[in-house]
């Protein structure tokens, strides 16, 4: 993920430069970023990453490999009047789950 120099909203990845929708500053993007878009994904659900995260860590038990740390983050996915969404990823084996409130 990446912030504007100029105005600190949140920047949007196009052609290997990144670009403010809301000033319009652009900057070159790194060769170190990498994101994948799929067909089933749209462009509000990808997630800007590079080889170091900055994803805060919690206690989970990953339910792939049995590991009991994972990085962690929340995203509204539903109506907004309904609770965020949190994910999780497995530090050790990659593995991306979430939980949902019920």
Same mark, same amino acid.
């Given at each position: 993920?990446?912030?504007?120099? =100029?105005c600190?909203?949140?920047?949007?990845?196009?052609?290997?430069? !990144?670009?403010?929708?809301?000033?319009?500053?652009?900057?070159?993007?790194?060769?170190?970023?990498?994101?994948?878009?799929?067909?089933?994904? =749209?462009a509000?659900?990808?997630?800007?990453?590079?080889?170091?995260?900055?994803?805060?860590?919690?206690?989970?038990?990953?339910?792939e490999?049995?590991?009991d740390?994972?990085? !962690?983050?929340?995203?509204?996915?539903?109506?907004?009047?309904?609770?965020?969404?949190?994910?999780?990823?497995?530090?050790?084996?990659?593995h991306? !789950?979430?939980?949902?409130?019920?």
């Amino acid at each position: 993920m990446e912030f504007c120099d =100029e105005c600190g909203s949140m920047m949007k990845a196009d052609n290997g430069i !990144w670009e403010c929708g809301s000033c319009g500053f652009t900057k070159p993007k790194g060769d170190a970023d990498q994101y994948t878009l799929t067909e089933d994904q =749209e462009a509000s659900e990808i997630i800007e990453s590079s080889e170091e995260t900055s994803l805060p860590e919690t206690d989970a038990i990953c339910p792939e490999c049995g590991n009991d740390r994972a990085y !962690w983050y929340m995203q509204q996915i539903r109506s907004a009047d309904e609770s965020e969404t949190r994910f999780f990823i497995c530090t050790e084996c990659e593995h991306k !789950w979430r939980e949902d409130d019920n």
